[in-house]
């Protein structure tokens, strides 16, 4: 189903160690609007949304899998160089002595993802709302963490990702037009 290139979907770069920004950009790895869950949201409900959607959601999820990438890769940069003193400084003791330097699906509080962050009614209606109430979410995220941030080469990347959410709101809004014009189209029989 997928073809993978070994590139990222766009650049990241980082112009220093910064353990502090790397935890909050944790948020956006393994929390509750974080692009794991978005992807799995997504991935999960395209099975039961009617055919005019399926690729808009098979689309979108593929590329949340895609964002998950560059965050890790963000976070991996922030972090490979940092002493675990740097690491404790920045509330990342405890993950460091559960996980080294390996990344670990977890939020900015070092809450660890569970599936309860993955939503969906059944309806796909109330799941396109749901999605895109996740992705505008995601996005003021993104902006959250570029106001905290100093790193510019970081920001040029992040602003990348909070744009990325912005076209999947507007996508998820059309595929709620298209049902409702589908649901409320007189049947003749």
């Not at 991935?43 to 965050?71: C, W």
Request: proline letters at 3%; glycine letters at 4%; charged letters at 30%.
């Amino acid at each position: 189903m997928w073809v993978y290139e070994k590139k990222l979907l766009y650049p990241v770069k980082v112009d220093t160690c910064n353990p502090k920004l790397a935890r909050y950009l944790m948020e956006q790895y393994g929390g509750a609007d974080g692009e794991l869950a978005a992807a799995l949201r997504y991935m999960n409900q395209r099975y039961t949304v009617p055919d005019k959607v399926i690729g808009v959601l098979n689309d979108i999820a593929t590329e949340e899998f895609s964002h998950l990438e560059m965050i890790a890769t963000m976070i991996y940069k922030l972090t490979k160089d940092a002493t675990p003193e740097q690491l404790v400084e920045a509330g990342l003791g405890a993950h460091f002595v559960n996980h080294g330097h390996d990344l670990f699906y977890e939020n900015a509080g070092n809450v660890p993802f569970t599936a309860t962050y993955i939503q969906a009614k059944g309806d796909p209606i109330a799941d396109l709302y749901e999605d895109i109430a996740a992705e505008e979410k995601a996005r003021a995220t993104y902006q959250w963490i570029i106001d905290v941030s100093d790193d510019t080469s970081l920001n040029d990347s992040l602003r990348f990702l909070r744009e990325r959410e912005n076209v999947h709101s507007l996508r998820f809004r059309e595929s709620v037009e298209i049902l409702k014009e589908e649901r409320d189209r007189k049947k003749f029989f």
